[in-house]
């Protein structure tokens, strides 16, 4: 069963830094791409960024682009999204997936608060 589990949200001031994880089970995590989504309050689920299996591209939103960074380490199955330089834009629950197989997979969500 494939499963992707997110954590390291919580609340930050303006300008402080987060760094979130995604865990992946249930598949080959090597193989395949993770990427990276967050939906803000009231707003649109919108991509923040991908890196593929290996050796590891990356891409990043503009958005974000300079703050945040994509890695990943195979050995622990784990996918971590750096965010530094966080404003209040920021704000929003940060979900992993994966296409494994042709279907679409996510995580549960973890909150990130940026505020005063």
């Known amino acids: 069963q494939v499963q992707l589990v997110e954590s390291g949200g919580g609340l930050v001031q303006p300008g402080g830094s987060l760094r979130l994880s995604c865990i992946g089970s249930g598949f080959t995590f090597s193989d395949y791409a993770i990427n990276w989504f967050r939906q803000p309050p009231g707003e649109e689920r919108e991509w923040v960024a991908t890196i593929s299996s290996v050796p590891g591209s990356t891409a990043i939103a503009d958005t974000v682009k300079g703050r945040f960074t994509i890695s990943r380490d195979n050995a622990k199955n784990t996918v971590y999204l750096q965010m530094i330089d966080l404003n209040t834009e920021d704000t929003a629950v940060y979900y992993c997936?994966?296409?494994?197989?042709?279907?679409?997979?996510w995580g549960q969500g973890t909150q990130v608060t940026v505020s005063s």
């Open positions: 997936s994966a296409r494994v197989r042709r279907h679409d997979y």
